[in-house]
């Protein structure tokens, strides 16, 4: 079993829609939780933070943790065509010295005017 | 402007020729890191850096070498490259106490 598992789509929604992504876990240890956007041919950047449990919203966008499930979630509200692009959950252990993120594969996302 | 930034951005190559791929920070982050992308596979992480002159190995760091001798530039090296090792890779920078992670605009590296 994959560390992170998230399904690659891709999904191709219309403007306005409210876009879901996942992602599952299944080491514990993961205690920093991420979502990154990446336009084609551009890096990673980062949208969402959040360590604890529950919700955190920001503009559009709320991220969603639930450790006890082990699962992560990217709601995206009045999605727009500028929202196309590939999203990955990412995520790290807490402690050590490498702040190293594992990284789910991607979801390709496409909003249709 | 804060940024990271990788030369080349494109690169063709064949088997054996070393190369290097540079990358280099203005924001005096201590770490620094090196994933490859790779279709089904996702970014995994090659080699990263804690500081100058403290370098580890990272999930996938066969094949790769690296030195940290300034604070701002993190020089992935391939002594002999492989067609595995064909991939787009990114630098990534880290601001000491938080947890965001800048990545850079990435080379895409083919080996022939």
């Known amino acids: 079993q994959k560390e992170v598992e998230q399904d690659p789509g891709p999904l191709s929604v219309p403007e306005g829609a409210i876009v879901s992504l996942n992602c599952t876990y299944s080491?514990?240890?993961?205690?920093?939780f991420m979502w990154y956007r990446q336009y084609s041919r551009k890096g990673p950047e980062l949208l969402m933070y959040?360590?604890?449990?529950g919700n955190k919203e920001d503009g559009r966008f709320t991220a969603q943790v639930d450790k006890s499930s082990k699962y992560i979630s990217l709601f995206i509200r009045d999605s727009q065509p500028s929202d196309s692009a590939t999203y990955l959950c990412a995520m790290r252990r807490s402690g050590g010295s490498n702040y190293k993120l594992t990284f789910g594969k991607g979801t390709l996302l496409t909003v249709n005017p | 402007e804060a940024q990271v930034t990788q030369n080349p951005r494109y690169l063709i190559t064949v088997t054996g020729k070393k190369l290097t791929v540079t990358c280099s920070q203005n924001?005096?982050?201590?770490?620094m890191s090196w994933y490859r992308q790779d279709p089904g596979l996702g970014l995994r992480q090659i080699y990263y850096?804690?500081?100058?002159?403290?370098?580890d190995k990272g999930d996938v760091p066969e094949g790769y070498k690296v030195s940290r001798k300034e604070k701002r530039n993190f020089p992935l090296i391939l002594e002999s490259p492989s067609p595995n090792q064909t991939s787009l890779y990114f630098c990534a920078s880290r601001d000491t106490g938080k947890d965001t992670q800048y990545f850079g605009p990435g080379t895409r590296l083919t080996v022939l």
């Open positions: 924001m005096n982050h201590e770490y």
């Open positions: 959040t360590y604890s449990s």
């Open positions: 080491n514990s240890a993961f205690q920093y």
């Open positions: 850096s804690m500081n100058v002159e403290v370098t």
